[in-house]
């Protein structure tokens, strides 16, 4: 375990800079402290704002930086806005050009962490701080340390490309306070970049959310890296982690980056607390619910309702047989479906559903605020662990996954017509040309049947 640095040094601004989170700034709802906050800042941290700017600078275009080629031995490559960059030049250039607002923004952010951090550094006696706890993480260690050794393994068994069968996804989350969510920011972005992993992760305090892809000897060791953690051993176990056949080529690039919420919807944690959501229930137990369910007369007249948290597209491939499925392109317009239609979850048992359960955490809290439901119960691990217990069951369908393959199959049933994945022609021949070519554009959700969509969402048909 690293030592801590401590704060009476002369240099310790300095090296708490340095050490600082890599962060991911590609997204614009990254968390913006407020404009005032240099004014806020005392007169020794505003002596230093012109240098935590530099590595505000620095820490951003490190993230862009992307491994180069295995026939290449020397030289450095960087990936932004599509763009591939060879020298440094021309990417400090962009950077400066075309993010200078988020580096502005990430060096107040930094600034702010590192009052937070120093202040509760002065806090420790002379004893905490010759002998930090075991399990104590502090901004200033090194993430380095927190890296696994891979020295037992070679290149190609820790990388992985389209023509690898030996690779996977990784899809999990983590709901827990996490004080320091740059910190974990560095450590994620340097650990993924060691495994040679691809993917998105997405870090608050309020949590962990990722998903990667790389070899599977990469994401075994992620996982138990993960697990052995001291801000995550106590939350997470090895089910946590939802697997399926895929690797690093199922991403375009890494992306790792600092956020108010772990999933989008649109309602901060402290309004909205990770710390209430429905009943969480194992797939078996799902399973019997819904066969229960399934197994009224008259479906619509009973107490039940099974409630899909996904977007229309996803379940427009793949639902479960009787569900509800709301018609919404995001999951941040969940709230105001629920909102809207309240009178259709007045005194009724929900049973809610989403690909891996992270987004049913806030929504059935949400839905559990109005106080209008019975009881409201959830599927631990969503549609994921499901049909790895019942690939024949009550889920029909192919399974949307917000990656390069769109769509994973378990069984051979289709509900959106001739074996399509995609909801409609334009997504078809997205689909396609992100198949059969290099990557190019993300995949974009919204496409030409969102006009013919109803305005008021309906129950889709088993």
């Not at 690293?2 to 600082?20: A, G, H, M, N, Y």
């Not at 009973?302 to 479960?320: A, H, M, P, Q, V």
């Not at 509800?324 to 999951?331: H, N, S, Y």
């Amino acid at each position: 375990m690293p030592s801590s640095t401590s704060p009476d040094e002369e240099d310790s601004l300095q090296t708490c800079v340095l050490k600082f989170a890599d962060l991911d700034l590609k997204e614009s709802n990254l968390i913006s402290p407020a404009s005032s906050l240099k004014a806020e800042l005392d007169g020794n941290l505003k002596k230093k704002y012109s240098f935590a700017k530099k590595k505000a600078f620095a820490l951003l275009v490190k993230t862009k930086q992307v491994p180069a080629p295995s026939y290449e031995f020397k030289g450095k490559r960087w990936r932004c806005c599509q763009q591939l960059f060879v020298d440094q030049t021309s990417i400090h250039r962009h950077v400066a050009t075309q993010h200078a607002e988020e580096v502005s923004q990430q060096t107040a952010s930094v600034l702010k962490q590192l009052t937070a951090a120093l202040s509760a550094s002065q806090s420790l006696t002379s004893t905490d701080k010759k002998n930090p706890p075991k399990d104590y993480l502090t901004p200033s260690q090194e993430v380095s340390a927190w890296l696994p050794d891979v020295s037992r393994f070679s290149t190609d068994e820790l990388s992985s490309d389209q023509s690898n069968e030996d690779g996977e996804v990784l899809l999990y989350y983590c709901y827990c306070d996490l004080e320091d969510p740059h910190w974990i920011c560095a450590w994620q972005t340097a650990l993924c970049q060691h495994l040679h992993l691809t993917g998105k992760i997405r870090i608050a305090t309020e949590g962990i959310n990722g998903t990667v892809g790389g070899s599977k000897v990469a994401t075994r060791l992620y996982v138990e890296v993960m697990l052995s953690c001291p801000l995550f051993k106590d939350y997470l176990c090895e089910e946590d982690f939802k697997s399926s056949k895929g690797g690093a080529h199922c991403f375009p690039e890494l992306r790792v980056g600092v956020f108010e919420e772990i999933v989008p919807m649109g309602i901060s944690p402290s309004q909205l607390s990770y710390k209430n959501p429905g009943i969480h229930l194992s797939p078996g137990e799902f399973h019997k619910e819904i066969e229960k369910f399934l197994s009224q007369a008259n479906q619509e007249q009973g107490d039940t309702i099974l409630l899909d948290c996904r977007n229309f597209y996803e379940s427009k491939i793949g639902r479960f047989q009787g569900c509800l499925a709301p018609d919404i392109r995001k999951f941040s317009y969940f709230p105001s479906y629920v909102d809207k239609n309240l009178d259709i979850f007045r005194q009724k048992r929900v049973l809610m559903y989403c690909t891996g359960g992270i987004r049913c955490e806030r929504g059935s809290a949400y839905l559990r605020a109005k106080g209008v439901c019975k009881e409201v119960f959830q599927l631990k691990g969503g549609i994921h662990k499901y049909l790895e217990e019942f690939p024949d069951g009550f889920y029909k369908g192919k399974l949307f996954v917000f990656d390069e393959r769109f769509a994973l199959a378990y069984n051979s049933s289709v509900v959106s017509g001739q074996g399509f994945t995609a909801c409609c022609i334009t997504c078809q021949d997205k689909g396609g040309k992100q198949a059969s070519g290099p990557a190019q554009d993300s995949f974009k959700e919204e496409c030409e049947c969102t006009a013919r969509r109803p305005r008021i969402p309906q129950e889709q048909p088993a």
